[in-house]
Every structure is written in structure tokens, then in C-alpha cells.
Nanobody, 121 residues
Framework: QVQLVESGGGLVQPGGSLRLSCAAS????????MGWYRQAPGKQRKLVAD???????NYADSVKGRFTISRDNAKNTVYLQMHGLKPEDTAVYYC???????????????WGQGTQVTSSS
């Protein structure tokens, strides 16, 4: 059994900062790419940023220069540091990870439960 647990969401004024964390636990052999997606009300879930096991990163154009994704492989944890938050960043943020389980022969994508981020005055 593999689980992703997120933390760090909340309410922040425009221009403020938040840091999201997502820790993977369970019967894990290895983790490939980890990432963050977000879903605003009435909209599709979209990629925010992702990071490979080697540290290569990829960002949505809307967050480049404001958000930074990082990971701690020893802790099986991915982070999303968000600066300069805007009202349009308001959404439920979901982490995911492509994980090879101890008893598996292929990668499986797991998702966290989601955490609300709201940027509003």
C-alpha cells in the first residue's frame, strides 16, 4: 500500500507565499517523477510543475518565476514553494508520484488527497 499525504495549504493575501509538502509512504521500491497539479472550480486539473528523480524540472508558463518545485529523495517528499500568489492561483492542489512498488513490475501513478490554496484579500 502506497500513500501520498499533502500539507501546507491555506489562505494567503495576494502577493503572499505558501509552501506545500507531499510525502510518499508505504511499500516503495523507487520513485520516478513527482509533481503538482491544481484544479480550480469548474475547470480541468492541470499540471503546475514536476520534477524527475534526477532533479530536472518542468513548470507551467503561468507559474514560472514564482513557484519552485523541489524534492528530498531520502524522505520521499516533494515540495512546492509558491511566491507572489495571485487570486488566479486559487485551486485545490494535488501531488502525484510515479512509484514502483516493492511487489510491482511497473510504475503506478499515485495521487494525494488535495489541499486547498486560496489567494484572496
Amino acid at each position: 500500500q502506497v500513500q501520498l499525504v499533502e500539507s501546507g495549504g491555506g489562505l494567503v493575501q495576494p502577493g503572499g507565499s505558501l509552501r506545500l509538502s507531499c510525502a510518499a509512504s508505504g511499500s516503495i521500491r523507487s520513485i520516478n517523477t513527482m509533481g503538482w497539479y491544481r484544479q480550480a472550480p469548474g475547470k480541468q486539473r492541470k499540471l503546475v510543475a514536476d520534477i524527475t528523480s534526477g532533479g530536472s524540472t518542468n513548470y507551467a508558463d503561468s507559474v514560472k518565476g514564482r513557484f519552485t518545485i523541489s524534492r528530498d529523495n531520502a524522505k520521499n517528499t516533494v515540495y512546492l514553494q509558491m511566491h507572489g500568489l495571485k487570486p488566479e492561483d486559487t485551486a485545490v492542489y494535488y501531488c502525484n508520484a510515479d512509484i514502483l512498488g516493492i511487489s510491482s513490475y511497473y510504475l503506478h501513478r499515485y495521487w494525494g488527497q488535495g489541499t486547498q490554496v486560496t489567494s484572496s484579500s
